[in-house]
């Protein structure tokens, strides 16, 4: 079992910066693929980023590519996404998720992510 817990979520104006962490439990972290998932109010939890278990390849949805940049730390079990030029468009709930079946052609669906923290919120004003 992984326990993931993210932080760094506030109230930003449009063009600003926030970063985001996730710190997971257990001791297999490098293992997992980790990804980025949003949910905008009355709207479907969707896919914002992943990174690979050694953090050499990401993938990004077409709404933030040249905006945000996920990375991670294995030796501090931590994920990182970084946001900026933050949009309006971009207020969600942000959470951290794990898999252990993402890959380079199968990364994007909330299905394949086995543990899933609670969630932080990014608000961005005009």
């Known amino acids: 079992q992984v326990q993931l817990v993210e932080s760094g979520g506030g109230l930003v104006q449009a063009g600003g910066s926030l970063r985001l962490s996730c710190a997971a439990s257990g001791r297999t972290f490098r293992t997992y693929v980790m990804g980025w998932f949003r949910q905008a109010p009355g709207k479907e939890r969707a896919f914002v980023a992943a990174v690979s278990g050694s953090g050499g390849s990401t993938y990004y949805a077409d709404s933030v590519k040249g905006r945000f940049t996920i990375s991670r730390d294995n030796a501090k079990n931590t994920v990182f996404l970084q946001l900026n030029s933050l949009k309006p468009e971009d207020t969600a709930v942000y959470y951290c998720?794990?898999?252990?079946?993402?890959?380079?052609?199968?990364?994007?669906?909330?299905?394949?992510?086995?543990?899933w923290g609670q969630g932080t919120q990014v608000t961005v004003s005009s």
């Open positions: 998720a794990a898999s252990m079946v993402a890959w380079s052609g199968n990364y994007y669906g909330t299905a394949l992510y086995d543990y």
